[in-house]
């Protein structure tokens, strides 16, 4: 079946730049994500994109995808406090948004 | 804006009891899902419902059931609530669209549920 995976954790300074990383194993993913949750909250969607692109930017979040060895990176530049939360990577390969497979997600802490 | 209302964030029960966890939109959506949120597990999908009396299982339904009466309202339900059974339950819907949809889906904020 399908399988994400990302790292549990990762710590960053105010200003710096932080990646997450995120590997999946279904070949036909049509969609990728990345989903952010704050504290006490509900998941919220951050960003998506198609499998035919390999790049996209939208102001201080870069999302790659490398097709070939099936790895998703988000970066945001210039990271916040305000950035710290969990980030979850999903696939799906219905656009109609069944079924979604998500990844452990990673907690960003972002220190001053 | 989409809203998913999750109705208890905090329940604490005990091991036997009956437990319903409701979950309202105000989108119109069709689907609906129920998920259960564990420490470096993820999410993992319980049940879905695309239609009013449809539900369909996901990856983990083992002592969970749910109803789907009304096409806004999405309930589980643990008929014998066990310790295994405690964590964080999220609720989402999305709509069923085709090449506009994205397919994000929609999250209510949580229910955290202890089983003691």
């Known amino acids: 079946g399908e399988d994400v995976e990302q790292s549990l954790f990762l710590s960053v300074r105010e200003g710096d730049s932080s990646v997450i990383n995120c590997t999946y194993t279904d070949s036909s993913s049509t969609y990728l994500y990345w989903y952010k949750q704050e504290p006490g909250a509900g998941l919220q969607l951050l960003t998506y994109i198609f499998s035919n692109m390999d790049m996209k930017q939208d102001q201080r979040l870069t999302v790659l995808l490398n097709k070939k060895d099936k790895h998703l990176s988000l970066r945001i530049a210039d990271t916040q406090t305000g950035d710290s939360a969990i980030y979850f990577c999903?696939?799906?390969?219905?656009?109609?948004?069944?079924?979604?497979?998500f990844g452990g997600g990673t907690r960003l802490m972002v220190k001053p | 804006d989409v809203k998913v209302t999750q109705s208890s964030r905090y329940l604490v029960k005990r091991t036997g009891e009956k437990v319903f966890l409701e979950c309202v939109q105000d989108?119109?959506?069709?689907?609906m899902f129920w998920y259960r949120q564990d420490p470096g597990l993820g999410l993992r999908l319980i049940y879905f419902?695309?239609?009013?009396?449809?539900?369909e299982k996901g990856d983990i339904p083992e002592g969970y059931s749910v109803s789907r009466e009304k096409k806004e309202r999405f309930s589980l339900i643990l008929e014998s609530a066990s310790t295994n059974q405690t964590s964080m339950y999220l609720c989402?819907?999305?709509?069923?669209?085709?090449?506009?949809?994205?397919?994000?889906?929609?999250f209510g904020e949580g229910s955290r549920l202890t089983v003691l």
């Open positions: 989402a819907s999305s709509f069923l669209g085709q090449t506009l949809d994205t397919g994000e889906l929609f």
């Open positions: 419902s695309y239609d009013v009396k449809m539900k």
């Open positions: 999903a696939e799906s390969t219905n656009n109609a948004g069944n079924m979604l497979t």
């Open positions: 989108m119109d959506h069709e689907n």
